[in-house]
């Protein structure tokens, strides 16, 4: 089985649309996370979310925006997608106060 | 979260070891240093994580200094597939560190020859 995964693995979209992207865990992990990797290969965290607490990383426009189900799931929902939001989007997920980061395989996002 | 400072690449020979350092000289009592790998092409993948004693587990050791402002990720007998960026990061686990989410920074980029 596997630990997190998401959906869908690659995305090709226009500008302007509007597109999901989804994540699950089956750890058993109270807190998931929202990651970008840019071209540059640069790691950074757009979101956390522990017990409907919403960390939000400030340099995320409010175009993204994450919604939980429940605490297995952390969609991603992108609103008016530019060219600037190409990247590979990995989830996350850890138990907050110990342990390692579980990682998504990721998803390729294209804006054409 | 305190910063690390990593070699930008290494290179090494398959079947040697690999010594992968980190400084984290302003690193504090309640950080943890976790460190992560990335193979091309895929998520990061947790390699282990220790507090203050050194720490052994199937894929790596770590070593960490008496001062705790450095550590050192020990890859046994380096293969092919440990060719991958290797990120040192600490994580405070008090004050809501874990809900922050971890910190990345460029990492070492490990080459492995033939």
């Known amino acids: 089985d596997t630990a997190v995964s998401q959906t869908p693995k690659y995305l090709v979209t226009q500008m302007g649309n509007d597109k999901s992207i989804k994540c699950e865990q089956n750890?058993?992990?109270?807190?998931m996370y929202w990651y970008k990797q840019d071209s540059k290969k640069f790691l950074k965290i757009m979101f956390s979310?522990?017990?409907?607490?919403?960390?939000i990383n400030e340099t995320v426009p409010n175009r993204f925006s994450p919604k939980s189900p429940d605490k297995a799931h952390l969609n991603l929902h992108i609103n008016s997608l530019e060219l600037g939001d190409s990247a590979v989007y990995f989830c996350?997920?850890?138990?907050?106060?110990?342990?390692?980061?579980?990682f998504g395989s990721g998803t390729r996002l294209t804006v054409v | 979260d305190a910063k690390t400072t990593q070699p930008n690449s290494m290179e090494s020979n398959e079947e040697e070891p690999v010594h992968l350092p980190c400084n984290h000289s302003?690193?504090?009592?309640?950080?943890?240093i976790h460190w992560y790998r990335q193979l091309p092409s895929q998520g990061p993948e947790y390699v282990i994580h220790?507090?203050?004693s050194n720490v052994n587990n199937r894929m790596a050791s770590l070593a960490i200094a008496e001062d705790r402002k450095s550590s050192t990720l020990i890859l046994h007998r380096a293969t092919l597939r440990d060719a991958a960026v290797y990120y040192c990061?600490?994580?405070?686990?008090?004050?809501?560190?874990?809900?922050?989410?971890?910190?990345f920074g460029k990492g070492t980029h490990l080459i492995i020859q033939p």
């Open positions: 996350a997920s850890s138990q907050m106060t110990r342990g390692g980061y579980t």
């Open positions: 750890l058993g992990h109270d807190t």
């Open positions: 979310y522990n017990n409907k607490e919403l960390i």
């Open positions: 302003t690193i504090s009592g309640t950080d943890y």
């Open positions: 220790g507090l203050t």
């Open positions: 990061i600490l994580r405070d686990v008090l004050g809501g560190g874990g809900a922050d989410g971890l910190t």
